[in-house]
């Protein structure tokens, strides 16, 4: 925990320095943003879309990017999701709807809660001077199985499970003289059951496991000048999964509920700089850090049975603290006035994580039965890469992402090495005034 303060005060003390910089200037935002697809993000290896005012991942935290969005039909088929945003002005300002297979997180490189079929409502308006925008998301998703089996004395045995997952988040933002300002609040919940009975009188087991989440979320971002851009970030993710066991016939009378409780804090910066090489290229470079941090989970033990079997403790070995450095770099060609070519690198080039392991859940034993510490210091990480097209015909942009494998190991019909599909993601859109 020491070491997460530590780490914690370095932030702010960097932060602050960055968001004070009196070199800072009034951003002067465009009347309409282009808007970079989560295609184009991908074929330049994930470049940090909160860096880029426009683009849809970037958005969904800087929501008052909204106010500025251009009149837009998007769809995009990335790995076998569909992603889609839809966004046109009004006379009250300008509005959105979208649809995305799970929802986008504040902490770049880290979900937000379980894949769902997420449906989202967008506004944005400019007001005197200032961009606002909020945006309100909502999803959902449930699948089961039903299986028969027959033992050997021929008694059919019915083996149920159901998966139902929900999402809801919120979240208000501004920008006020180039600094871009946002709160976000979101909710989510997975629960599976699982069942197996003869008959309504004749039961095995009935199990549930249930995880619910709260990420709650303040993020800052500002235009510097001179290409540079500066965001931070700090949010508190707080969680708890109860797990219900009954049992009976072939798998013993028992009766029991598990129920874990931990929460996680966590600060990132990152500063990008856009270089303008000359007319057509154009080179991205972002660098920051991520610090973070888990507090002991508190572990409750219930036994529905039998009662002074039951008793508290914790798993501290979810203790950690971690501390990382990311290189981004991106770079956008023009080839023509038609097709242009998108590249990327990412990696991380050091990485600090502390760990502590140990437990007292033993409910036999008052005391700490198991304890160990850990340390982890890496500056030897790999280095990913990607590579795309974009297109624009008239009113219509084009986004390809390209499996970089086949690259370095051509097709497989004539490597015989399963380099991927040619293309992983694409995404066609449509402007108008």
């Not at 409502?121 to 001077?129: A, E, L, P, V």
């Not at 973070?292 to 039998?306: R, W």
């Not at 290189?327 to 070519?341: I, M, Q, Y």
């Not at 039965?369 to 624009?392: N, Q």
């Amino acid at each position: 925990m020491k070491k997460f303060v530590i780490i914690a005060a370095v932030f702010c003390l960097l932060t602050g320095g960055v968001l004070a910089a009196p070199a800072a200037k009034k951003a002067e935002k465009p009347s309409k943003l282009e808007i970079t697809t989560i295609t184009k993000e991908k074929s330049t290896a994930d470049y940090p879309g909160v860096l880029v005012p426009g683009s849809l991942s970037g958005t969904s935290v800087f929501v008052s990017d909204y106010a500025n969005f251009p009149n837009t039909a998007l769809l995009e088929y990335i790995n076998g999701s569909v992603w889609g945003i839809a966004t046109t002005g009004t006379d009250f300002g300008q509005i959105g709807i979208s649809l995305s297979p799970a929802p986008f997180s504040p902490l770049w490189g880290v979900a937000a809660a379980t894949p769902v079929n997420v449906f989202g409502i967008q506004y944005g308006n400019n007001i005197s001077g200032m961009a606002l925008g909020a945006s309100l998301l909502y999803g959902t998703n449930r699948n089961g199985s039903n299986l028969i089996d027959v033992s050997a004395n021929g008694v059919f045995e019915y083996d149920t499970e159901d998966n139902a997952s929900q999402y809801i988040g919120g979240r208000i933002g501004a920008n006020v003289a180039g600094i871009d300002l946002s709160a976000g609040l979101s909710l989510s919940n997975n629960m599976i059951t699982g069942e197996a009975y003869v008959d309504s009188s004749n039961w095995n087991y009935w199990e549930q496991y249930d995880d619910s989440k709260m990420l709650l979320d303040l993020a800052a971002r500002i235009n510097l000048g001179n290409g540079f851009t500066a965001v931070a970030s700090l949010a508190w993710l707080n969680g708890s999964d109860k797990y219900f066991w009954k049992s009976g016939n072939w798998y013993g009378l028992d009766d029991y509920t598990e129920e874990t409780y931990n929460s996680k804090l966590s600060f990132q910066t990152l500063i990008g700089k856009d270089i303008k090489a000359n007319e057509t290229l154009t080179i991205r470079m972002a660098t920051g850090f991520t610090a973070d941090g888990n507090t002991d989970a508190k572990y409750k033990y219930t036994d529905n049975l039998n009662p002074d079997n039951s008793y508290v403790g914790y798993f501290s070995y979810w203790n950690e603290s971690s501390f990382e450095i990311p290189l981004f770099v991106a770079v956008e060609g023009k080839l023509n006035d038609t097709w242009s070519f998108n590249t990327g690198i990412n990696t991380v080039i050091l990485n600090i994580d502390g760990e502590k392991d140990a437990t007292n859940t033993d409910y036999y034993i008052e005391k700490i039965r198991e304890h160990a510490k850990y340390d982890y210091f890496d500056i030897d990480p790999a280095l990913e890469y990607s590579i795309g097209l974009s297109g624009v015909i008239g009113d219509l942009k084009l986004d390809m992402f390209i499996e970089p494998s086949i690259l370095l190991e051509g097709p497989d019909f004539i490597s015989g090495i399963d380099s991927g599909d040619l293309n992983t993601g694409i995404a066609v859109s449509y402007s108008w005034k």
